[in-house]
């Protein structure tokens, strides 16, 4: 009888297990969208000069990365997009010191 218990908790815990890895493949999944979203932003604010999105909904797509890295640490990876906040507006048009233009 107790071995048979001992299979119904083993079963029990296998299945717990299960559930768990469905959401941690869910929250991979929103990483890996967030991720590739906050690099598209990116590139369109720094290299076409041309945002879609305002730096209040860009904060909020970090954010929400932000968050799920830091209750999943093991999916951060090295690629991931700066951890700053919302890239800043366009730099100051004041000329430097050395006559550069």
Do not use: F, W
């Amino acid at each position: 009888m107790q071995s048979r218990r001992g299979r119904r908790s083993y079963n029990g815990a296998r299945r717990a297990r299960i559930a768990p890895m469905t959401d941690l493949t869910k929250i991979k999944k929103r990483i890996d969208e967030l991720r590739s979203e906050l690099n598209e932003h990116n590139y369109r604010y720094y290299v076409l000069d041309a945002p879609v999105i305002s730096d209040a909904q860009y904060d909020k797509l970090l954010r929400e990365l932000q968050e799920l890295e830091a209750t999943h640490p093991e999916l951060i990876t090295p690629t991931r997009p700066p951890s700053g906040s919302a890239p800043r507006r366009r730099r100051s048009s004041a000329r430097c010191g050395t006559g550069c233009r």
